[in-house]
Each structure stands twice: as structure tokens, then as C-alpha cells.
């Protein structure tokens, strides 16, 4: 079980729950957890949702996007309030996580909510002092539409995290990145060279993962250094 502690409005509908947890053994970046939900009548919903925080970090953060046709995800953006309790299984996975002695460099590949993993990821990468080069791209319909912007935009700004952001539906005034959704052209520019042998992770949408991932082997990355993760509609 999970004690909230706090509650951040990321987007207009994304919110990170910040958890203090009980008998809690720790977790890898990159791994996940099952959130169970369970109503007066005894119904029960269950739904996995990405790490956000460092395994170092005080607390245990879920990011989570509120979708109108879940089931789980509304309850937690919209209802859920600090000092509620929040059934936990976890942590779950061991395949698309990193941690220092997988070495690199790292290539993080993120489409809207997928971002969530490579936020643990960013942050235990600086936690440990880690010296492997890492970049992360990162798409988004809008601006506003971005996780964690300002975390984001310190990083980029002290060049500790190579950051690069592509917006697929606009962009404002004065927007200097990229405006256009990730395709081969895209990745050719911005991925690590073949040569340098790369450890890549991409998670988002099942059809933005799949072209990302595909493309990047077509481009000359080895299957086996490309871990994915995916996630449907009901989150």
C-alpha cells in the first residue's frame, strides 16, 4: 500500500502521485507498477503505470495521463486526493530498464505519456554521476502537452542531458526545436550512430513505437540493443 503525499498537475491532464510507501524493497529505473482499484461492490480494476522517480528518490512517483474511456486513470487524475491509499503490486519488469553497468551510449525515444520510464531513467542517471552519454527525444502534440517541461527545459539548459523535443501539432512563437513527427529523416539526424553501438529504449503508443523502432533498424541499429515498450489505449 501506498500513502499519497502529494498530487502535480503536469498537464491539463496528465498528474503525477507522489506515494509514501510501506514495506516498499526498492526499484530499478525503468521498471513499473500494478495499480488495483477496488469499489464498495467489491468490482475491481487493475492498470500498470511507469516509475517516474529514481530509484533514489524519497518517494515513489506515478505519472499517470487521464484517459475518458479508462477506467482506472480518471479515478486517479480527478478523484484521487493527498492522504488516500493506493494499492500496489511491484516492482514489475527487468527488461527495459537501465542502470550503470549496461553502459551505452543511451537513446531514449519517448511519444506523449512514454517519456514516463525515461524520467526515472534521466534521474538516476544523474543520482549515480553517470559519465555515458545520454539523449533523449521526445515528441508531443503541443507545449502544453509536454511532461515534466520545466525538469525538461533545466536539464537541456544546463546541458548535463542532451534533450531534444519535437512538436507534432503546432508550436509557439519563438519555438526553436523541432516540428515535425519522429520519421527516418528525424532519426538519422538526431540517434547515435550504428558505429557507436547505441542502447535504445523507446516507449509510447504501439504505432509510434513500432515506426520508431523499425526504423531505427532500418537504419542500421541492432535489433538487440533496442528495447521497447508499449502501451494501447485503456493505458
Not at 83 to 107: A, H, K, N, Q, T
Not at 143 to 161: H, P, T
Not at 165 to 174: H, Q
Not at 200 to 214: L, N
Request: charged fraction near 25%; glycine fraction near 10%.
Amino acid at each position: 500500500m501506498g500513502t499519497v503525499v502529494d498530487l502535480v498537475d503536469e498537464t491539463a491532464l496528465t498528474k503525477s502521485i507522489v506515494l509514501e510507501l510501506h514495506e516498499w524493497q526498492g526499484h530499478r529505473a525503468g521498471q513499473h507498477v500494478d495499480v488495483r482499484l477496488t469499489a464498495e461492490d467489491g468490482y475491481q480494476a487493475q492498470r500498470s503505470y511507469s516509475i517516474a522517480s529514481a530509484p533514489g528518490d524519497d518517494n515513489l512517483v506515478l505519472t499517470v495521463e487521464g484517459l475518458d474511456d479508462g477506467e482506472v486513470s480518471p479515478y486517479l487524475v480527478h478523484e484521487l486526493r493527498v492522504g488516500d491509499s493506493l494499492e500496489l503490486r511491484g516492482p514489475i519488469g527487468g527488461y527495459f530498464v537501465w542502470e550503470e553497468s549496461l553502459g551505452g551510449p543511451l537513446f531514449l525515444v519517448a511519444g506523449g505519456s512514454g517519456v514516463v520510464p525515461f524520467r526515472s531513467m534521466v534521474r538516476h542517471h544523474r543520482a549515480v554521476e553517470s559519465t555515458v552519454p545520454l539523449r533523449l527525444l521526445y515528441s508531443a502534440r503541443t507545449l502544453d502537452e509536454v511532461i515534466y517541461r520545466d525538469e525538461l527545459a533545466r536539464l537541456a539548459a544546463s546541458e548535463e542531458v542532451d534533450i531534444r523535443l519535437t512538436l507534432t501539432r503546432g508550436a509557439p512563437a519563438g519555438w526553436d526545436g523541432y516540428r515535425r513527427r519522429i520519421d527516418r529523416e528525424l532519426l538519422e539526424e538526431v540517434s547515435w550512430s550504428p558505429q557507436d553501438r547505441p542502447l535504445v529504449y523507446v516507449c509510447g503508443p504501439t504505432g509510434f513505437v513500432e515506426i520508431a523502432a523499425s526504423t531505427l533498424v532500418g537504419l542500421g541499429h541492432e535489433p538487440a540493443r533496442i528495447r521497447t515498450e508499449r502501451f494501447g489505449p485503456t493505458g
